[in-house]
């Protein structure tokens, strides 16, 4: 009796598991994101990958990572400043430089890879 319940339990676990939807991934910085960030902020692709990294180390410590398209061009802007003063007053602060980075890299990115 009792192993079969383990084994049911097992079972249970290792289905929950391969069916949990895996976390969100940042897309990696490719060309036509840094033609975007040249033309609009005469940014590079070096500043893009420091703007993704920052974007994993920071934006998933409350919620789970939020995917390039969860908002809108026009939206994004001031939804990461208000993350920026979410995080500051949970004593986790995002300093300006990474903030300003994330913008961009999620502005090109949401601008160029397909949904
Ligand atoms: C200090 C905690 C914290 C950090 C750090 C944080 N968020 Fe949030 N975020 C929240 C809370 C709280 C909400 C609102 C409730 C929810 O949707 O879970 C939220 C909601 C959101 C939403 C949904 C839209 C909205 O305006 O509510 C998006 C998109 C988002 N966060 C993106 C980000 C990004 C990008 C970063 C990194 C720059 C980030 N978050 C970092 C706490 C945080």
Redesign the pocket.
């Known amino acids: 009796m009792r192993t079969s319940l383990v084994a049911i339990l097992a079972v249970l676990i290792v289905a929950g598991c391969a069916s949990a939807r895996p976390s969100y991934i940042p897309p990696p910085v490719s060309e036509a994101m840094t033609a975007f960030a040249e033309r609009s902020w005469q940014s590079d692709a070096a500043a893009l990958e420091r703007g993704r990294v920052a ?1 994993l180390a ?2 998933g ?3 789970g990572m ?1 995917s390039i398209h ?2 809108d061009q026009d939206q994004w802007t001031g ?2 400043q ?2 920026v003063k ?2 500051a007053k ?1 004593g ?1 602060p ?1 300093p300006a430089n990474d903030a300003t980075a ?1 913008t961009h890299y ?1 502005l090109a990115a949401n601008a160029t890879v397909a949904k």
């Open positions: 974007m920071h934006c410590q409350c919620h939020p969860e908002e939804t990461i208000k993350m979410r995080a949970a986790t995002i994330i999620i």
